[in-house]
């Protein structure tokens, strides 16, 4: 029997391709997991905190909207800000007030939060915005390596590597830190936190702050082509694929948003790869999804915790 | 001058009031225990003065400042450090963290204060990276007051800190008190078990949100009606 392709390329493909996809789900999970550690909150927004960085670092990159033309460090650098600044909002204003409501009332807040996002982003602008990559802005080779004949990017580089340094800087911060700790006793037992003279309200910022700072920055790594921004696409497209992978790599775990995020990949596009492995998958509409429902219901069924478990 | 000052507290849940103008004293280094019924008000008292529930009318002065309105934060800088009722301990964090989040607001004291907790419960320090939540009764119960104490109080309140342990076990945290309160900080109890009544300078009884009863203990030990009344 000879096969179509070579077998060698048709396994880098998808892992290259899996491994960054992922890399996307779980930078967008890692801020998921951030707010579900300190509030047991599921922030709909999330994907938002992602569009709106995205969208303020393309206005001050290209100087449109009669904006300044800026620097492209300090774009990026708005763009983050802007996030989190809309993020520290969302506390103030949405979150704050209902803090004492059930859980379900914050999340259906924070899918208002997420819809008013998208009118304000259409409003400002309704074309396409792909956000320059890194090497374009230095005028580089946009190619790091070839692995195999499938070249590895720079921009697709730079998403995996900011997701473990983000992941690792989280999981750190929650061990080791005073703040963190604050924020974990309080998701535990507010009453019993603010016994200690541990302010609620500030530990909420710092977390929603946190997040927005995590979402902003998958927005200006994520929204560069072949992907590109227009209002809502985050929430759209990633948003609930991150979900189920920062499920599955344990809802309260920060490296299971890594290992949940990339796992998800993988089997996407392993799944929607014509394998000789799983033969025709890849030729099914929505084969990919297909699989990665397959796998999730799998893990969530053997470990109902998520790969990781508790509170990592 | 009294260390605390109650004076015509108000306060309750939502809409129902439950203090209606309670007014008491305890004096600087005495151990003063509140007794009374469920739901006579102990609970919403001792949490009211620690600033965990919104005080309506009245006034609660600590050491000559009046301490009511102000933000949990600002009591316990002050010195007024609370071991809650049902123990609350963060479940899942260790008891090293437990004790370290008791000293949020006096870290300078916290290496000093950790050393005094370990020698009224050296068994928390046998237990310093166990996870809270998987600690017995007992001992959540004495973190809980050790958390409490990691702030250096000046008073201590215990809401029910014998609830549920076994007579032998509530024997125990009395003594604990006992020395805690000797060693200079003044305490206020919030008990049903009238074991405790050796060890109170001060008896309050609580009736529905107000008080009945304000003397010595060793008068409500004596007044037999009292005891039968309020006391089961
Ligand atoms: N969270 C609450 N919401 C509404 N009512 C409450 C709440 N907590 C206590 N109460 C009511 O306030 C009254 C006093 O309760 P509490 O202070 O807990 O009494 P105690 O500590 O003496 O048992 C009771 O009637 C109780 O039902
Ligand atoms: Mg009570």
Redesign the pocket.
Known sequence: MTLAFDPTTGLVSPLVHGLFQGSAYGLLGLGLVLLYKSNRIFNFAQGEFAGVAALVAYLFDTGSKGLPKVPYAVAILLGVAAAVLVALLTERLVVRPMFHRPRVVLLVGTVGVALFLIAVEGLVYQDIAALRPIDQALSIDPIFTRLDRVPVLWSDLAKLIMLLALAAAAFLFFRLSRMGTAILAVSQDATAARAVGISVERTSMLAWGLAGLTGGIAGVLLAVPPFSTTPGIFTGTILTTAFAAAVVGGITSLPGAFVGGVLVGLVQEFASADLPLVPGLGSIRGGGELAVAIVLLGILLVRPKGLLGSET | MSLLEVEGLRT???L?P?LQGLSFSVEEGTTAVLF??????????V?AIAGLQPVWGGSITFDGQKISGQPATKIVERGVAISL?GRHVFPKLSVRKNLDLGAWTARKTAKQQLDLVFSYFPRLEERLDQMAGTLSGGEQQMLAIGRALMSKPRLLLI??GSLGLSPKLAQTVFEVVSRINDDGTTVLL?EQNIGVLPYADQALV?EK?TLTFNGSGKELGESGDLRKTYLG
């Open positions: 309750g849940y939502g129902l439950v009374g019924l469920n739901g006579a008000g102990k609970t919403t008292t949490n009722e809401d029910e919030v609580m949100g």
